[in-house]
């Protein structure tokens, strides 16, 4: 059974410093692994899919990188900002016939101005 | 573009009852899941629906039931309800390209179960 780790619960940062949240996941057969942002009480908004077959995305200040061997991934933060401060979640998709993704918990990150 | 729409936003019902969420995806997707998220959790995968087709179905009992219209809309029902079914119901859908399924979600119906 597939299970998702994100490591740490909470992160609480000043602004303009560059930070990084993990993610990790038991079964290496990943098709792909989407990184979400999720505002209070919100949807969520996907902000990088990496493909199993890539090891990084990049948009902006994001950067995702993928270690399917070990089972991890990373979402680097550069430069950030309050605006940033949101839960982030970290879903794979297993193999099989149906889109199902299994999620982590999620790392909430605050941004002090 | 329009995003992936869910009605209503809110609502709040008693243990016992049924109730009946409403989901519309984007543009040209024929593919939506159901997800459920309780406060301080992930998501869990409730249901996937392809051209009106069940193509997944996660942990759930049978109390949770999903369809999908000709239009690619899709409901997700909930009879008999718990305390413990209070949540934040998310809708997804997606396109394929290749290998890729990019899902997109929805704002999310807020269930409150008194």
């Known amino acids: 059974k597939q299970e998702v780790t994100q490591i740490p619960a909470a992160l609480s940062v000043p602004e303009g410093e560059n930070l990084v949240l993990n993610c990790s996941f038991t079964d290496s057969a990943i098709y792909n692994l989407q990184w979400f942002r999720q505002d209070p009480g919100k949807g969520l908004t996907s902000l990088l899919l990496i493909q199993s077959s890539q090891r990084e995305q990049t948009s902006g200040r994001l950067n995702a990188s993928l270690d399917k061997s070990s089972g991890r991934s990373t979402l680097y933060i550069a430069a950030s900002q309050p605006g940033d401060s949101a839960t982030y979640l970290c879903?794979?998709?297993?193999?099989?016939?149906?889109?199902?993704?299994?999620f982590g918990k999620g790392t909430k990150l605050t941004v002090n101005p | 573009d329009t995003g992936v729409t869910q009605s209503p936003t809110h609502l709040i019902k008693t243990r016992g009852q049924q109730v009946t969420l409403r989901c519309s995806p984007i543009s040209g997707h024929k593919s939506v899941s159901w997800y459920q998220q309780v406060l301080g959790q992930g998501p869990q995968f409730i249901f996937q629906y392809y051209e009106k087709e069940e193509r997944g179905r996660g942990n759930f009992p049978d109390r949770f039931s999903a369809r999908q219209f000709p239009n690619y809309s899709s409901e997700l029902n909930v009879n008999a309800l718990l305390l413990g079914d209070s949540a934040l119901y998310l809708c997804a859908s997606s396109f394929r390209t290749g290998q890729i399924y990019e899902q997109y979600f929805g704002p999310g119906t807020r269930l409150t179960v008194t």
């Open positions: 879903a794979v998709k297993p193999p099989g016939g149906s889109e199902k993704l299994v």
